[in-house]
């Protein structure tokens, strides 16, 4: 009897530590499923670029897709699919777009003001065991007295930065190219003011916005235009 205690106390240590976040289990919040989704698009150095059709199964049981396949909506060889995040009855906006044999970038956009905390956003992404080595930040300018913009939402965005940008790695992985972007629907528009904040996962590793391929443009449908950082 004292053995077998032995030895179920010792099975623990000997399995090693457990992700708490498996593939089929549903994520707790929605920076969890984010960096799921973002961990799962990086290219892995062994089994390479996935096909189209086997890109639908990455991202967790948070990513939704829609059931109409990849689709050219645009000119020239540009690629999209969409679907949705979803947790916790929190929804957002996926896109993936490439050509007819890679995938170059993952878009998910969800409300700005579900992500209040930036730092939990990155701790969620160094759990997936991605390293983030930051390499551009851009705040967003100043408003003058009497501008438009100089409202609630335009105080609230002015309190965060605008654009980041990332060199990203993950053992056994491809590095990549991470960015995040804030932005606000325009002042004045007919619906009611929206935030968002928009994470993008380029899988080129030498990814920069002055040499962005045409299939490497992946925005959220419906989104607003990125806010201008001139």
Same mark, same amino acid.
């Given at each position: ?6 030895? @179920? /106390?010792?099975?623990? @240590?000997?399995? !090693? ?6 593939p ?26 996935? *096909? ?32 949705w995040l979803a ?9 993936? +777009? ?20 930036? /730092? ?36 609230l965005?002015?309190?965060? *930065? /605008? ?6 790695s993950?053992?056994?992985? @491809?590095?990549?190219?991470? #960015?995040?972007?804030?932005? +606000?629907?325009?002042?004045? #528009?007919?619906? @009611? *003011? ?5 994470w993008t ?9 002055? *040499? ?8 959220? !449908? ?9």
């Amino acid at each position: 009897m004292k053995l077998i205690l032995i030895l @179920a /106390a010792a099975l623990p @240590a000997l399995s !090693g530590p457990v992700s708490a976040q498996q593939p089929w289990e549903l994520a707790s919040t929605v920076e969890q499923a984010v960096a799921r989704a973002l961990a799962d698009a990086m290219v892995h150095s062994r089994y390479g670029q996935p *096909t189209w059709a086997g890109f639908g199964v990455h991202g967790g049981r948070d990513i939704y897709w829609h059931l109409v396949g990849p689709t050219s909506d645009s000119p020239g060889p540009v690629i999209r699919r969409t679907g949705w995040l979803a947790v916790g009855g929190k929804t957002g906006s996926v896109a993936v +777009c490439g050509d007819a044999t890679e995938i170059r970038a993952v878009t998910i956009s969800v409300g700005d003001l579900w992500l209040d905390d930036d /730092a939990a956003m990155m701790a969620a992404i160094a759990a997936r065991a991605m390293t983030t080595d930051l390499v551009t930040s851009v705040e967003f300018p100043a408003v003058q007295e009497g501008d438009d913009r100089n409202g609630y939402y335009g105080n609230l965005l002015r309190e965060r *930065t /605008a654009y980041r940008q990332w060199r990203i790695s993950r053992p056994d992985h @491809a590095p990549a190219v991470l #960015t995040a972007r804030r932005a +606000c629907t325009p002042p004045g #528009t007919r619906s @009611a *003011t929206q935030c968002s904040m928009t994470w993008t996962l380029y899988r080129r590793p030498n990814y920069s916005r002055d *040499t962005q391929l045409p299939a490497e443009d992946c925005p959220i !449908g419906g989104r607003s235009r990125e806010v201008s950082l001139d």
